[in-house]
């Protein structure tokens, strides 16, 4: 590939998204686009695509528009951007003339670096678009374009003419689907067919791969939210009856949860989706519809309740989890009944043959015994060459037993049941059931009833899965699912074939002790380590500022500060995320905090709040507590407002007059909300207290 000359682009990373090294292909896209080419980017879901035109916009000289599908995933890019000191914008239908008329002067004036378009909105746009103001074009969730792709969006098919009116601007198409038809379309329809092509690896080695028998899911999944309880996840379901039922389970245990279908309104949609994004409902339980346009990077798991519908589906709902790069889990139940329910929906679609083909590959991953991650991988076309250690089979390899009278007893019951019983009555039959069915088809006359007693419905039922699977039996799906034997079958009822199958698996979430949990517990943070102390500060910042938490720092830089324990300006930009706009608005708070926690543990003191809040309780004024706990009194008043909007009983009025909180509010609405109490002070030519702004600000929050 030719280059003209390479520009160093560490210093940007640093300076404005606060990271030390490129993921793999960044640099190379980045420079790319630098040299004018037209890309073509195939990245997975959280791989770190937006960086690739982020940066390039940053370097050159005019705008980059960014076209995308959703308004909502543009405000969270946009809101992303502006909190690392990025001047960037969108403009869509629903804003005012007045604020668009804004937005094409900040273009003319050359002060905007990205603008963010739905690709209706372009015809608007047309006095800006000339190779005067653009400077590069991104197209974001470029598979919109192919009716191949699975988001086909009409809209999306006019952009062929953005190189025909600006030859010269280099276009950058950016998307997570993989397969190569939906690739050639986007070529060929944004007229770059000689544009460079980056596919990045599809693993997302981070992410826990944990596949289970859907038997008394809810049980399990309500032991896995109890053992996860300040986790943020996605719970999806196949139906929206579901969701509300795993919903209001999840709810009667006490945990933070709420469903989320299309059946819901607009509002209450947004409601849920806003609430997830910052932290204050921890679980959706969500049908499908849930999840594109959500950019949340700390989703510690995504469990499915049923199962897929296709690969595909799958890894793109997992692909929410961990996108900050920390673990994360998905786990998967899969039934079924599932099988059987998604078979009712693919039978009479125009493509049926394709569904149904790509159902049958997401049952066998489902019941694979070699590594998931292996058979993820080579269904996107790439080749792992040792097993990945992060999946359930890897962790616990199953065990192959001689299946073969197994195998006898359960073939056998289907060719006396005329092959006429789904899995159900079969079993019923091997375990010599009294029910109706069994009783009025005169099933419990067979000379097999009652010969499979030792062993669980939920094991035979594995294993005439596995029987099924192996080719020893049929299912027949148009004849109520009957059970039919198969030309297999006929050798081991006959021929005395020997079958292999492995042992059932049963395991719950509360695993016993292996090695990986064991390092998993040490990694686990600690209640009331700094990280949780961060995430408290972090939450109450988010809150008064009605931002999104993560926008403030992510978990991987609170992580990082617990790691480290940055005690100066310097050590806190070393942090990864910590750009030098970041820094600037909360980086003294969070020394501070830091600082705080130090002296604090020095001191063997377990919980810095509640060590305040005692001593308030015990009738102390905030100067004699400060000087007990050789601390500013300002950061006693910060712990007394915590604890308030904790909802314990704090006072906070006897500190601040009415006068003084009317004057905060007044500051609050003409600057805008700002998070600095600096700010504050200044506005108010420095009449009020620290501490009494800090009280007024957190009585206005809380209304
Ligand atoms: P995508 O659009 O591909 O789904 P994003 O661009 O949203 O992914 O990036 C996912 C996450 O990874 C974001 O939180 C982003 O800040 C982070 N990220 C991207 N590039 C890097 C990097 N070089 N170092 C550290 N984190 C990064
Ligand atoms: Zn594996």
């Not at 004018?36 to 370097?59: E, H, N, W, Y």
């Not at 502006?82 to 239908?93: C, D, E, H, Q």
């Not at 950016?174 to 690739?183: E, M």
């Amino acid at each position: 590939m030719k280059r003209t000359e390479k520009l160093d682009i560490h210093p940007s990373l640093k300076k404005y998204f606060g990271y030390d090294t490129f993921r793999p292909l960044q640099e190379d896209i980045i420079h790319n686009v630098l040299d004018k080419r037209d890309t073509l980017v195939i990245m997975p879901t959280g791989g770190g695509k937006s960086l690739c035109f982020q940066i390039p916009a940053l370097v050159f000289d005019g705008l980059t528009i960014v076209i995308s599908p959703l308004i909502a995933l543009m405000k969270d890019q946009v809101d992303g951007l502006n909190a690392n000191g990025i001047s960037a914008s969108f403009f869509n239908s629903s804003q005012d003339p007045k604020t668009q008329q804004t937005i094409l002067e900040q273009v003319a004036l050359k002060t905007l670096k990205l603008l963010y378009v739905a690709p209706e909105s372009l015809s608007f746009l047309s006095q800006i678009l000339n190779e005067e103001c653009i400077s590069c074009i991104a197209v974001d969730e470029a598979h919109c374009i192919s009716s191949w792709g699975h988001d086909f969006r009409p809209s999306y098919q006019r952009l062929g003419f953005l190189k025909e009116t600006l030859p010269n601007t280099p276009i950058i198409a950016l998307t997570a689907t993989a397969d190569k038809a939906t690739r050639q379309d986007i070529k060929a329809q944004l007229c770059i067919p000689e544009a460079d092509q980056f596919i990045s690896s599809f693993d997302r080695a981070n992410i826990s791969l944990d596949v289970r028998v859907g038997l008394d899911r809810m049980k399990k999944i309500g032991d896995f939210v109890k053992n996860n309880s300040n986790e943020s996840g996605i719970i999806y379901c196949l139906s929206r009856k579901t969701t509300e039922q795993v919903a209001s389970k999840l709810k009667s245990l006490g945990h933070s949860a709420e469903a989320y279908h299309a059946g819901l309104d607009f509002i209450e949609r947004s409601a849920v989706q806003d609430a997830f994004i910052c932290d204050k409902i921890k679980i959706v339980c969500a049908t499908v519809a849930f999840g594109m346009g959500i950019d949340k990077s700390n989703v510690r798991y995504v469990i499915h309740y049923n199962m897929p519908k296709n690969i595909e589906g799958y890894y793109q709902e997992i692909g929410r989890g961990g996108r900050d790069g920390l673990e994360a889990k998905a786990i998967l139940f899969h039934s079924y009944a599932d099988v059987i329910q998604l078979r009712k929906f693919a039978s009479g679609a125009v493509n049926e043959k394709v569904q149904i083909a790509k159902l049958e590959r997401m049952q066998q991953f489902s019941e694979a015994s070699s590594c998931r991650r292996k058979i993820l991988l080579s269904y996107f076309g790439e080749m792992l060459d040792k097993n990945c250690g992060n999946c359930d089979i890897c962790k616990n390899p199953p065990q192959f037993v001689d299946g073969t009278v197994i195998a006898q007893k359960a073939l056998s019951t289907l060719f006396r049941a005329k092959e006429k019983e789904a899995i159900g009555g079969i079993i019923d039959v091997l375990r010599g059931a009294q029910n109706t069915h069994v009783l009025d088809h005169g099933l419990n006359t067979l000379a097999t009833y009652g010969i499979g007693r030792d062993l669980s419905w939920a094991h035979w039922q594995q294993y005439i899965i596995q029987l099924i699977n192996q080719g020893f039996a049929e299912v027949a799906f148009h004849k109520n699912n009957a059970l039919e034997l198969t030309p297999l079958s006929h050798d081991v009822l006959f021929k005395g074939r020997q079958v292999k199958l492995t042992l059932p698996v049963d395991r719950t979430f509360v695993a016993k002790k292996t090695k990986d949990s064991k390092r998993q517990a040490k990694n686990k943070t600690n209640p009331i380590g700094l990280f949780e102390h961060l995430r408290k500060h972090r939450a109450f910042i988010a809150a008064e500022k009605n931002i999104a938490a993560y926008l403030i720092f992510n978990d991987v830089s609170l992580k990082e500060m617990e790691k480290h324990m940055p005690r100066t300006e310097q050590d806190m930009l070393n942090i990864s995320g910590v750009g030098a706009h970041k820094m600037d608005t909360y980086g003294a708070s969070f020394l501070t905090e830091i600082n705080a926690y130090i002296n604090q543990s020095n001191r063997g003191e377990k919980d810095t709040f509640s060590s305040s809040y005692k001593l308030y309780k015990e009738g102390l004024s905030v100067e004699e507590i400060a000087k007990k706990r050789e601390l500013q009194p300002t950061t006693i008043i910060s712990h007394l407002c915590k604890i308030y909007l904790e909802g314990k009983p704090v006072d906070l009025n006897e500190f601040v007059s009415d006068e003084e909180i009317t004057q905060v509010k007044e500051a609050k609405e003409i600057l805008e909300n700002p998070v600095e109490l600096k700010k504050y002070f200044v506005f108010l030519e420095g009449l009020i207290d620290y501490g009494k702004i800090r009280i007024a600000l957190t009585l206005l929050e809380k209304g």
